[in-house]
C-alpha cells in the first residue's frame, strides 16, 4: 500500500502569538500606570505572568497548526488519487465476512454446548430433588425419632416421631439450633450427638432414657456421621428406637422363666422327696401310704395344671388348639369346679360359696376349657384373700342383651388402681401383691384368652385395695329352641 504524501499550506500562527502577548502586556502596563499604589513587584508580576499565558497561547496554536496540516494533506491525496493505491474493498469485505462467520459458527458451538450442560444440570437438579423427596418421604413415614443435623448442630430434617419424642414441630425447625429445641431434661442427647461427631463415628450404639408422662422410657439411640468428598463430616444422622416395651417383655419373660422355674421345682420337690420315703419304706402302715400317694398326686395335678396353662396359652395364640363347643349349665358347671376348689380353701380357713340353681343358664362352651376359667378365677381368688375371709361365685341372667354372667368376689387385698388395666396381661403380677402369694402371671391371661378370643365373651375386673375384687365374664345364652332341637 502506497504511503500518503502529506501537503500543507504554512499558517502564520506563531507571529499572531507574538502579537498577542505584546498586547497582553501592553494593556497590563496600562492597568498598573492606573494604580501606581501596587508598587514594582505587583508589575513584574503582572508581566510575568502575562509572558507565561502568551507562550501558552502560542504552544496551543502550533499543535492545531500541525493537526490542520495532515488532516489537508490526507484531503488532498484523496482528491487527486480517488483513493490510495493497493486498498481493495472486495477483498477486505469478503475476508472480514469470513471472520465474522466463523466467529459466528465459534459462538454457536459455544452456546450449543451450554445449552447441553444447561440440560445435563437440570436433569441432576430433578434427581437430586426427586432423591430428597424420596428421601423424605422414608424419613417421615418411619415410627422411630429421626434427626438430620449439620456440622453446627443446626436441625436440616426431623420426622413427626421426633417432634413427638422431643416436643417441637417437625415440620419447622429447618436450620435452627438442636440445643434451642431440645427441653433441658433431655440435654444429655444433644451432649451425645455433639461428642459422637466430634469422635467422627461412622456408626455407635448408645442407650439413653427419657421420662415421659413419669414414666422412664428406653430409646435404642443410633448415631452416624456425614461425610463429603473430602472426607470431612458435614453432619449427623441420629435414630431413636424406644425399646421400652421390649425390655418390659424381656424383663417379664426372665420373671415368667424364674417364677415357672420355682413354681416346676415346688411340686416336683414334693413328688420326688415322698416318692424316695415310699421306697426307702418309712411308711410303715397303710394309713401312712395314703398320705404320702395323696401328696404326691395333688403335687402332679398341681404341675400339670401349670403345664397345661402354658401349652394352652401358646395354642390358643398360635389358633392350634381344638374346640368342642357344647350347650352347658354354667350352675352345674360351677358347682363341679366349687368341690375341688374347696379343699384348698379349707387349708387357709377360707369360706367359699356357690348359689341357687338359675332355672335357664345354658351357653355353647368348649366345656373343659370354661371349667379351666372357672378354676383359674376361684383358685385365684382364695390365693389371694387372707385366712377367714370369703369368695363368692355367682349367676346372672340379662334377658335383655341374652347373656350369662359370672361374678367371682372375694374379701382378699385387692388390687391398685394402676395396675387394673394390666392385670389380664400374659406374664404381668402386681408388684405389691407379689409377696401375697407365687405365681406365673398365666392365669388371668388364659381367661381372659378363652373368654373373649375362644368363646366371643367379655371379662370384666373392678377391685379396691384392702376391700376385695371381683373378677366376672360374661357369655351368649344358647336359645331355647336350639336346645330343644339338639334334644
Known amino acids: 500500500m502506497n504511503s500518503l504524501k502529506i501537503k500543507s499550506k504554512s499558517v502564520p500562527l506563531v507571529p499572531l502569538g507574538i502579537a498577542l502577548a505584546a498586547f497582553v502586556l501592553a494593556a497590563a502596563l496600562l ?7 501596587f508598587g514594582v513587584g505587583w508589575f513584574i508580576i503582572e508581566a510575568v505572568c502575562c509572558l507565561a499565558g502568551a507562550m501558552v497561547v502560542t504552544w496551543l496554536g502550533w ?8 488532516v489537508t494533506s490526507i484531503a488532498s491525496q484523496l482528491e487527486e488519487d480517488g483513493k490510495p493505491t493497493g486498498f481493495d474493498n472486495t477483498n477486505m469485505a469478503s475476508e472480514l465476512a469470513d471472520a465474522v462467520a466463523e466467529r459466528i459458527q465459534h459462538y454457536q458451538k459455544n452456546q450449543q454446548a451450554l445449552e447441553e450442560q444447561i440440560k445435563d444440570l437440570q436433569l441432576q437438579i430433578q434427581l437430586s430433588q426427586r432423591q430428597r423427596q424420596n428421601t423424605e418421604a422414608i424419613i417421615y413415614s418411619i415410627r422411630d425419632a429421626v434427626l438430620v443435623v449439620d456440622e453446627y448442630d443446626r436441625l436440616l430434617m426431623a420426622n413427626e416421631a421426633a417432634g413427638r419424642l422431643f416436643s417441637f414441630d417437625f415440620s419447622n425447625v429447618h436450620l435452627k439450633p438442636l440445643a434451642s429445641l431440645v427441653k433441658e431434661d433431655k440435654k444429655q442427647f444433644v451432649d451425645y450427638l455433639a461428642k459422637c461427631r466430634n469422635s467422627r463415628a461412622r456408626a455407635k450404639r448408645h442407650e439413653i432414657e427419657f421420662i415421659e408422662n413419669d414414666r422412664m422410657h428406653a430409646f435404642e439411640c443410633i448415631v452416624s456421621c456425614i461425610y463429603d468428598k473430602r472426607e470431612q463430616v458435614c453432619g449427623t444422622v441420629a435414630v431413636l428406637h424406644d425399646v421400652t416395651r421390649e425390655k418390659e417383655i424381656s424383663q417379664m419373660k426372665n420373671d415368667f422363666v424364674s417364677h415357672v422355674s420355682h413354681e416346676l421345682k415346688t411340686p416336683l420337690a414334693s413328688i420326688t422327696a ?7 419304706g418309712e411308711a410303715q402302715d397303710e394309713k401312712t401310704r395314703k398320705e404320702f400317694y395323696s401328696v404326691i398326686q395333688s403335687q402332679a395335678q398341681r404341675l400339670n395344671r401349670l403345664i397345661e396353662d402354658i401349652l394352652n396359652t401358646a395354642r390358643i395364640e398360635s389358633g392350634l388348639i381344638k374346640i368342642n363347643k357344647e350347650p352347658v349349665s354354667l350352675t352345674i358347671l360351677i358347682e363341679e369346679q366349687l368341690q375341688m376348689i374347696k379343699n384348698y380353701a379349707e387349708e387357709k380357713n377360707i369360706q367359699v360359696t356357690g348359689q341357687k340353681p338359675i332355672v335357664y343358664d345354658q351357653v355353647c362352651v368348649d366345656r373343659d376349657m370354661l371349667a379351666q376359667v372357672i378354676i383359674n378365677l376361684l383358685s385365684n381368688a382364695v390365693k389371694y384373700t387372707p385366712s377367714g375371709g370369703s369368695v363368692t ?5 340379662d ?3 341374652n347373656v350369662a354372667i359370672v361374678k367371682v368376689t372375694d374379701t382378699g387385698v385387692g388390687i391398685p388402681p394402676e395396675d387394673i388395666e394390666h392385670v389380664f396381661d400374659k406374664f404381668y403380677r402386681v408388684d405389691t401383691n407379689k409377696k401375697q402369694a407365687k405365681g406365673t402371671g398365666l392365669g388371668l391371661n388364659l381367661v381372659k384368652q378363652i ?3 375362644v368363646h366371643g365373651g367379655k371379662v ?9 375384687s371381683t373378677f366376672s365374664f360374661e357369655l351368649p345364652l344358647v336359645a331355647e329352641r336350639t336346645v330343644t332341637a339338639a334334644g
Open 31 to 37: 492597568v498598573h500606570l492606573g494604580k501606581r499604589s
Open 63 to 70: 499543535c492545531i497548526h500541525r493537526l490542520l496540516e495532515s
Open 274 to 280: 415322698y416318692a424316695e420315703m415310699l421306697a426307702e
Open 393 to 397: 361365685i355367682r349367676t346372672e341372667v
Open 399 to 401: 334377658d335383655n342383651v
Open 451 to 453: 373368654i373373649e378370643k
Open 460 to 468: 370384666f375386673v373392678q377391685s379396691e385395695v384392702g376391700r376385695g
